[in-house]
C-alpha cells in the first residue's frame, strides 16, 4: 500500500482514537492533578419537620467567587497519588519502618485501598488468564474432534457463557451459591457443614470469582484456537502421524507450534481486561472480601458526593498498571514482527 | 332543614376547594427528577395533572447519579429534583437550588410550617414525607418465648438467644448489613443510639474513634452473630426476603418498606399473621433511639428562568396539596402534609419522631464519611481487625477524601 493511500484510509480511525481515546486520557491526567477549591463553611440554623438544629453548611457566594477565579481548582501536582487512598507512600514508608515481619508488613499494606485491590486484581488476573487459556484451548481441540453434524450446536452451547451479560451472569450464580440455593446447599451437604456460606469467607469468594472469571472468559480463547485450528497444516500433522506420534504428541508438536501466536493475541487481550475486573464483584455483592481498581473508581463515584480528582487518579494508576502488565506480551510480538520484517 | 343546608353547604365548599385546587395552570415547562417509589410517583403524576405546559418526570433509584450534572447546565435540564436529608446537602454543595422564599410567599399559602426545610434561615426545600428505620418483628415467635416487643438492642439480643435455644431459628435477627452504604447507616443509626458525635462542633474534623465508635461496633458484631452468615451482602431487599421466608423474627427496617412488607406473593399465613411494627430501640442505656429520622421533599433549580420556577413551584405545590390524600395514597408514606391520619403501618415512623429520634444529619461532609464507613467497617465485622482500627481507618479514609473536597485543610 502506497503512504498517502495508507494515510487517507488511516485518517478516520486516527481522528477518532484520537477525540475518542487520547484526548479523555489527557483530561483525566489533568483532573487527577486538580482538586475542588477550599469550601468555605460556616454554621447556621437548620429547620425542618423534626425541630431545628445548628448545623454546618457551605457558604455559596464565598465558594462561587474562588471558583470563578479558577474553574479549574486547586492545582495539587500528584499529592493525589500519594494520599492515603492511592498509593499512600506515607503509610506504606511507616508500615515498613515498624514492621515486625515480612508477614506483618503485607498485612499493613494490604489495610490501604489501593494494595488490597491490587492483591486481588493481580491475583485474579494470574490465575484466570492461564486457567481460561488451557480451558479454552481443551474446548477447542476437543469441538474440533468431534463429528461435523454435532459441531454447530457444541459451538453454540460452548459459547453461552460469553453470550449471557456478565453481570446477569454473576448475579444468577450468585444466587445459586446463596447458601438457601441450589450450589450453597450442595456444598453444604457435600463438605458435611450446615454453617458454610461462601459468601461470608473470603478465600472462598475469591476463588467463587475465579472460576466464574475462567467461566465467563474461556469461550473467548476458545473461538480464537477454534478459528486457528481450522488452518493446521493436513501435511504436517499427517507425517507425524505416520512417523508414530501419539495424540499428545501430535498436540505438543504440531498443534500447540502452530497456534501459539494466537495464545499471545488471547493473553494480550485477556490480562487486560482481567485487571479491570468489575462485574463479578458487583455481581457477588462480594466488595467486603475482594475490590479492584475499577471498583475503587466506581465507589468514588457512586456516593452522594462524587470524588472526581480520586476517581481520575485511579484512572491513571488503571491505565498505567495495564501498561506495565502488557509490556513483556507487547515487546515480544514486537520482537516476531521485527524478525519477519 | 337545617342539616341539609349544612350539608350542601359542605358540598359546595368542598366543591370550590376543589375547583380552586385542581385549577392548576402552569405557563413553563418543568421537569422533576427524583427516586422511584409508589409515594414519589403519586407526587410525580400529581404535578402532571397540570396544564397549559408540559410536565415530565424522570424518577428512577439512580436518581443520585444525575441529578447534580442534570441541574449543573444553564439552562438546567431538571427544574426540580425530589430529595431527602442527605441529598439536599449534595444539590447545595453544588449550588444548583435556590431559595423559595418569594415562592412560598406567593403560592405557599397551604403548605405547614414544618413542611418548610430552611438552612440559614432561606427555605430550600418542601418535605412531604417521613421515614425512619425501625424494629419489624414476629409478634408469634416473641408469643412462644415470652416476651414483648425489645425497646432496646439489649433486649432484642437476649430474646434472639431465647429463640436460638429453644431451636425455633437458627439465625433470628435481620439486618441490612451490606458492605457499603447500608452497614454504614446501621452504624449511623447505633452511633447515635450510644450518643456518639459525628464531627467536632462546627468542623469538618471526624471524631468517630472514641469509646462510643467501638461500643456500636461491638453491638453490631453482636447482632451479626445472630444473622445469615451472608450479612455483608444482604441489602434491605435480601433482608426482607429472609423475613417473607419465615428465616427472621426480628430486624431494624424501613418505615417507608413495612406497610408493603408481607405483602408479596409467597408469603405463608403464619409470617402475614405474626408481623407487627414497633418503634426504634435505644442501645448502650442511652434515651436517644438508634434510628435516624428522614424527610423526603423537593427543591427547584437555580439555574431556570423565573417564570419556570413559577410553574415548578406551583406544579409541586399542587402534586402535595391535602386533597391527593385518599385511601390508596394515604399508606403509601408517612405524609407531611395537612389532614394525614396514620394509618397502621405508620407507627414505626410515628414512634421514632415521638421517642426524639436524630435527623440525619444535614452537614456537606456527612455523605464523605458515610462511605468511607461503608468500605472500611466490613473487615472488622469479619473479625480480620480489631473495633479501634478499623475506626482509625474510617477517620484516615474520611481524611483523604475530605481534603480532596476542600472541607478540610
Known sequence: MRHSTFFWFFLPTGLAMLLFIAFPIISVVQQSMFTPHEAVIEVVENCGPFG????????????????????????VGLSIYTDRAHLATAEVGEAWRARDSIGGFFKDIGNLPFYRAMGFTLTYTFVATPLLIILGFCIAIAVNSLHQRLKGLVIFFSLLPM????????????????SRGVLGNFL??????????????????????????????APFAFVVFYAGLQTLPQDTLESSRIDGATRWQQIRYVVIPHILPLLNFVALIQLMDNFRVFEPIIGFNAEAHATSLSWIIFNDLSGETQLLSSASTTSVLTIIGVSILLSPVLVSTWREFNSKA | MGIMKNLMAATAFTAISASAAMACEISARVNIVGNEFPAIQTVGSGAQACS??????????????????????????????????????????????????????????????NQLITVGGKVMAVAFMANAQ?????????????????????????????????????????????????????????????????????????????????????????????????????????????????????????????????EAEGVSDEVKNGFAIAGPMTAGGGTTPATTLWWDGWTVAKNISDEEAE????????????????EETS??????????????????????????????????????LHTALGAELSDFMQGKESAEQALADVEAAYNVAAKEKGFLQ
Not at chain 2, 389532614?339 to 444529619?361: C, D
Open chain 2, 52 to 113: 397549559g405546559a408540559e410536565v415530565k418526570t424522570n424518577l428512577t433509584a439512580d436518581h443520585k447519579d444525575i441529578h447534580v450534572a442534570g441541574m449543573q447546565g444553564n439552562p438546567a435540564e431538571y427544574t426540580s429534583a425530589i430529595v431527602a436529608n442527605s441529598t439536599l446537602t449534595i444539590l447545595m454543595n453544588e449550588d444548583v437550588v435556590r431559595p423559595l422564599d418569594d415562592l412560598v410567599a406567593k403560592h405557599g399559602q397551604n403548605l405547614k410550617k
Open chain 2, 134 to 262: 425501625h424494629l419489624v418483628y414476629r409478634a408469634d415467635v416473641l408469643e412462644q418465648i415470652g416476651m414483648d416487643a425489645p425497646t432496646s438492642y439489649e433486649e432484642l439480643l437476649e430474646a434472639a438467644e431465647k429463640i436460638r435455644a429453644a431451636g425455633i431459628m437458627q439465625n433470628p435477627v435481620g439486618g441490612a448489613y451490606k458492605a457499603g452504604w447500608n452497614l454504614a447507616q446501621e452504624f449511623n443509626n447505633m452511633y447515635i443510639g450510644y450518643g456518639g458525635k459525628f464531627f467536632k462542633d462546627g468542623s469538618a474534623e471526624v471524631t468517630v474513634n472514641n469509646e462510643q465508635g467501638v461500643a456500636t461496633l461491638n453491638m453490631m458484631k453482636e447482632l451479626a452473630g445472630y444473622m445469615n452468615p451472608d450479612f455483608l451482602t444482604h441489602d434491605s431487599n435480601a433482608t426482607n426476603a429472609e423475613f417473607r421466608a419465615g428465616n427472621v423474627a426480628l430486624m431494624n427496617m424501613w418505615g417507608s418498606r413495612a406497610a408493603t412488607l408481607v
Open chain 1, 188 to 217: 453444604q451437604w457435600m463438605a458435611d457443614d450446615p454453617d458454610l456460606s461462601l459468601k461470608a469467607s473470603t478465600s472462598l469468594t475469591w476463588i467463587m470469582l475465579i472460576v466464574y472469571g475462567v467461566w465467563s472468559s
Open chain 1, 163 to 178: 453470550i449471557v451479560t456478565p453481570l446477569i451472569g454473576s448475579l444468577i450464580l450468585f444466587w445459586m451459591i446463596d
Open chain 2, 311 to 326: 410553574a415548578t413551584f406551583i406544579a409541586m405545590t399542587h402534586a402535595i396539596r391535602p386533597e391527593m390524600l385518599n
Open chain 2, 331 to 368: 399508606p403509601q408514606a408517612v405524609w407531611l402534609i395537612d389532614g394525614y391520619e396514620p394509618t397502621e403501618a405508620a407507627i414505626g415512623v410515628f414512634a421514632a419522631a415521638q421517642a426524639g429520634s436524630t435527623p440525619y444529619p444535614m452537614v456537606p461532609y456527612q455523605s464523605l
Open chain 1, 52 to 75: 431545628c438544629t445548628q448545623e454546618t453548611t457551605v457558604n455559596q457566594e464565598a465558594t462561587a467567587e474562588l471558583r470563578a477565579e479558577k474553574p479549574l481548582g486547586r492545582f
